[in-house]
């Protein structure tokens, strides 16, 4: 019961937040999320929703990925993170509890697949297939399609592409 009330405050207060591109508050019904996420792609992009990340999903569980991509380069631990890390030529996958927590592209990488489409590491390409941004933060552009977001870093100084990372919106 606490947590409708909470959920039922923060719907009421979040118009007055002043962060008129993504809500905070409890998610819209399913019908009313699927227009929003629409209306902040470009009508000729297929980018309505995010699914995989260079052939990986956040659903994935942690065999998924073995079975996908085949026996990692190098494993790694992040203890920062707590995830252990499957390196692959075309990806980092970071795992944390047996599932895909996020998939992480560096730019030598020269191209990434965002759900079936493939798309060269390139901010002015990015931008305009994925849309508007809904968060611009000093390292990089958030883009957000229900519960899952592709954050595209950049370097502070120079503008340059550094990574694309794919994560729920609410793990980072």
Known sequence: MMLIQLMMLAALLSPF????????????????????????????SSMSRFITLNG??????????????????????DWLLRSTEYHYADAVVGIRYGYVDYVHVDPEVKRVKINDR????????????????????????????????IKVYTDPVSGELQAVEFFAENSQ
């Open 17 to 44: 937040s002043g962060a008129d591109a993504v809500q905070t508050a409890a998610p819209p019904p399913a019908a009313d999320k699927a227009v929003h996420a629409v209306a902040t792609v470009p009508k000729h």
């Open 56 to 77: 990986i999903s956040l659903d994935d569980r942690e065999e998924d990925v073995l079975h996908k991509k085949g026996k990692p380069l190098q494993v790694t631990k």
């Open 118 to 149: 493939w798309l060269p590491l390139n901010r002015g390409t990015l931008a305009q297939e994925l849309g508007r941004v809904q968060f611009a933060a000093e390292d990089g552009d958030v883009y957000i399609r229900g519960h899952k977001a």
